[in-house]
């Protein structure tokens, strides 16, 4: 299978596996991520994923060269739309999806990472969305989510000269949420998710697409906030958290 999956407690940690190929995107893989994806956000059982990449050089190079090379645009349509539905199964989900970044994250690989909530990097990675020295540009959502996380300027840079950004250059551009060394990539990445996936699921899910709508109509935004924390005094997992913190315990969340 291009796609391994694991299930660690909550978590669901899936691992593009295609490492001859530094796990480039090829309709398998993306199908067979899809599915992955697919199965863990309609889990409940599955409070946050885990996406990284098989071998020690790379998280994704993108998407297949070998097989757009001879595309014609109506096929390059249709394989851009392809990614665009996984990016947005990501970005439109409730649960929290991790990138663990182990290496490469280049082109689609990069807009798999951004459309992630969370991007965790290994020491030696390198992001960046090279598609014009190949003569094309980003197909999966990279001149949308990019300019996000690094502002226009930052974006134009890597978009318009390819160039790919270290860890820690990404990190200083707000790509990356840390830096952590290789060896310590996955037990990071599961920690957090970890971490994540014990906090009641409505409240996260709602927070993140909360935070997915920030820059857009700021007054909506503020009164979606609004309704959105009224709505949590709705939920047994409002009262067992104030209850929790008053009786000095641990709580014990229903996740609903
Ligand atoms: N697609 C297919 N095969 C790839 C890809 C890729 N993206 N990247 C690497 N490979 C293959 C290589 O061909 C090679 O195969 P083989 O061993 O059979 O020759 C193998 O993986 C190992 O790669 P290298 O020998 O090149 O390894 P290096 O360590 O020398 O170089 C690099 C590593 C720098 C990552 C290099 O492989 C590279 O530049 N790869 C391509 C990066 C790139 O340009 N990515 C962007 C692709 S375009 C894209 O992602 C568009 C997304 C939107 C699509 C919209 C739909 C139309």
Not at 193 to 222: E, F, N
Not at 224 to 240: G, H, K, M, S, V
Request: proline residues 6%.
């Amino acid at each position: 299978m291009p796609v391994d999956v694991e299930r660690h407690g909550a978590v669901t940690l899936a691992r593009l596996d295609r490492p001859e190929a530094l796990n480039a995107l090829s309709p398998d893989l993306l199908d067979a991520l899809e599915d992955a994806l697919t199965d863990a956000v309609a889990d409940p059982s599955v409070r946050a994923v885990v996406i990284t990449g098989a071998g020690p050089k790379a998280f994704s190079a993108g998407a297949d060269i070998a097989h757009m090379r001879t595309a014609t645009p109506a096929e390059a349509q249709a394989f851009a739309r392809r990614g665009h539905r996984l990016m947005n199964l990501i970005e439109g989900s409730g649960t929290p999806v991790l990138a663990a970044v182990n290496g490469y994250a280049l082109g689609g690989g990069c807009e798999l990472a951004l459309a992630c909530d969370v991007r965790i990097a290994a020491e030696g990675a390198r992001i960046g969305l090279p598609e014009v020295t190949i003569g094309v540009l980003p197909g999966w959502g990279g001149t949308q989510r990019l300019p996000r996380l690094v502002g226009p300027g930052m974006a134009k840079e890597m978009i318009l000269s390819g160039r790919h950004l270290m860890a820690d250059e990404a990190l200083a551009a707000g790509l990356v949420n840390r830096v952590v060394p290789a060896d310590a990539l996955m037990a990071q990445a599961l920690e957090l998710a970890g971490q994540i996936a014990s906090r009641p699921a409505w409240q996260v899910a709602t927070a993140k697409r909360l935070i997915d709508r920030a820059g857009g109509d700021a007054a909506a935004g503020l009164a979606a906030e609004i309704d959105a924390f009224a709505l949590a005094f709705t939920t047994p997992d409002q009262r067992e958290g104030m209850d929790a913190f008053f009786e000095k315990r641990p709580p014990r969340f229903a996740g609903h």
